[in-house]
T-cell receptor, first 116, second 118 residues
Framework: EPEVTQTPSHQVTQMGQEVILRCVPI?????FYWYRQILGQKVEFLVS????????KSEIFDDQFSVERPDGSNFTLKIRSTKLEDSAMYFC??????????????FGPGTRLLVL | AQKITQTQPGMFVQEKEAVTLDCTYD???????LFWYKQPSSGEMIFLIY??????QNATEGRYSLNFQKARKSANLVISASQLGDSAMYFC???????????????FGKGTKLSVKP
C-alpha cells in the first residue's frame, strides 16, 4: 500500500541553523501539506501546496519557513534560522486531486526536530 | 473559540469492551468533513474514519464507527471490542469547505489518550 515517507526521522540542530525536512508524498497525490505537533499538544496546520505554489498557510508559517517541490517526487520544508520553539514533530501529508471536504489526507511518519 | 473539542484527556477501557471517544465541533459552514486519526506512541498519524456533513448514515470502518449527531455538532468515535493495540492518542479533526472547493487544512482537537487494560 502506498504511503507518505519522511526523512530524517529525527534531527537535532543548533539554534540559528537551517534545516530541511523531506517528504515523498503518495505518487498520484497532488495536494501536499505540512503540519507540526509540539510535544504533548495538538497537531497544527502550517501550509498547503498545490500546482507548485502555496495554497494556504497559517500564521505559524512566517518568513522563516519555505516549501518547495524540487522534483517530481520530493516535497520539502525549510526552516531558515531555527528557534528553540521550532522543536516539534513535523508531519507531511498528501491527498489526491479530486478535492472537497471528504478528501482524506494521509500522513507520513513525521520528523522529530529538536533545536538546542 | 475551539473548533474541535475533545473533552476527555484520557480514557481507560477493558480489553474486548467498547469505548466511545467524544468530539464536538464548531462551524458555520454547511459543508464539512470530520476525521479521526490514531497516533500510537511511535508518533505516526493513522487515518481511521471519515464522516461528511451531508452523509445520511453514520460511517463505519471495521471496529470503528462514528456516532454523528449533526444537530448537536458531535462526532464521537466508537471502538468496539477493544484490543491492546488500540492504546494510543486519538485525534478528531475537521475540514471546512469554505475555500471554493479547494483543499482546506485540517483542524485538530487536542486528542484523547486511550489506554486498553488487559
Amino acid at each position: 500500500e502506498p504511503e507518505v515517507t519522511q526523512t530524517p526521522s529525527h534531527q537535532v540542530t543548533q539554534m540559528g541553523q537551517e534545516v530541511i525536512l523531506r517528504c515523498v508524498p503518495i505518487s498520484n497525490h497532488l495536494y501536499f501539506y505540512w503540519y507540526r505537533q509540539i510535544l504533548g499538544q495538538k497537531v497544527e496546520f502550517l501550509v498547503s501546496f498545490y500546482n507548485n505554489e502555496i495554497s494556504e498557510k497559517s500564521e505559524i508559517f512566517d518568513d522563516q519557513f519555505s516549501v518547495e517541490r524540487p522534483d517530481g517526487s520530493n516535497f520539502t520544508l525549510k526552516i531558515r534560522s531555527t528557534k528553540l520553539e521550532d522543536s516539534a514533530m513535523y508531519f507531511c501529508a498528501s491527498s489526491v486531486e479530486t478535492g472537497g471536504v471528504k478528501e482524506t489526507q494521509y500522513f507520513g511518519p513525521g520528523t522529530r526536530l529538536l533545536v538546542l | 473559540a475551539q473548533k474541535i473539542t475533545q473533552t476527555q484527556p484520557g480514557m481507560f477501557v477493558q480489553e474486548k469492551e467498547a469505548v466511545t471517544l467524544d468530539c464536538t465541533y464548531d462551524t458555520s459552514d454547511p459543508s464539512y468533513g470530520l476525521f479521526w486519526y490514531k497516533q500510537p506512541s511511535s508518533g505516526e498519524m493513522i487515518f481511521l474514519i471519515y464522516q461528511g456533513s451531508y452523509d445520511q448514515q453514520n460511517a463505519t470502518e471495521g471496529r470503528y464507527s462514528l456516532n454523528f449527531q449533526k444537530a448537536r455538532k458531535s462526532a464521537n468515535l466508537v471502538i468496539s471490542a477493544s484490543q491492546l493495540g488500540d492504546s494510543a492518542m486519538y485525534f478528531c479533526a475537521m475540514r471546512e469547505e469554505n475555500y471554493g472547493g479547494s483543499q482546506g487544512n485540517l483542524i485538530f482537537g487536542k486528542g484523547t489518550k486511550l489506554s486498553v487494560k488487559p
